[in-house]
């Protein structure tokens, strides 16, 4: 993505974070129990950067994607973090690649609220201690389990509803 000669591919990936995140931050916005069993390692909500992207870009919103799972207890909590929080572990290699390519300066009116919002430390492996020390019963771990494969699959789901770019990365509009 970093290695295209224009901004489309970064663009379709901003988009796609935005769709996947407006889907699973909010069920995870002040849930007690998984503020309580992470406490000081509380999750940073990137979706503020990812709109800050979007509107900076002048990208359109997709329609919300509907998450399958539900109720959302702790497990459920823990399953979407881990995929949250693993999301934005590969922003900050993304954001090490960009910056290394100057790609801010190969192309204007391009917006990085999220990969430098990704890029800060945020206390994920304290935080994924905690929940694997919560979640350790058999049935917590398989709804744990299934709520990570359904927010894969959301995330699926939403780069599957944006075009597909050209061989050298654009993306057309």
């Not at 069920?27 to 940073?44: E, M, V």
């Not at 503020?48 to 459920?76: K, N, W």
């Not at 058999?138 to 744990?144: F, L, N, V, Y």
């Amino acid at each position: 993505m970093t290695e295209a000669s224009g901004p489309g591919l970064y663009q379709r990936f901003i988009a796609m974070n935005h769709a996947a995140h407006s889907a699973l931050e909010p069920l995870l916005y002040g849930h007690a129990g998984l503020d309580a069993t992470i406490g000081s390692n509380l999750r940073t909500i990137l979706l503020p950067a990812l709109a800050s992207d979007m509107r900076q870009m002048g990208l359109h919103p997709a329609a919300t994607i509907p998450f399958p799972v539900r109720p959302v207890g702790l497990p459920e909590a823990a399953g979407i973090a881990y995929v949250l929080d693993g999301s934005r572990l590969g922003a900050r290699f993304i954001h090490r690649d960009f910056l290394a390519r100057g790609n801010a300066r190969r192309w204007p009116g391009v917006s990085t609220a999220y990969l430098e919002a990704a890029a800060l430390a945020d206390g994920f492996r304290d935080r994924m201690d905690d929940l694997s020390v919560a979640i350790y019963a058999a049935p917590h771990r398989a709804r744990a389990l299934a709520a990570a494969n359904a927010a894969f699959a959301l995330f699926e789901a939403a780069l599957a509803g944006f075009p597909h770019p050209s061989k050298d990365g654009n993306v057309p509009s």
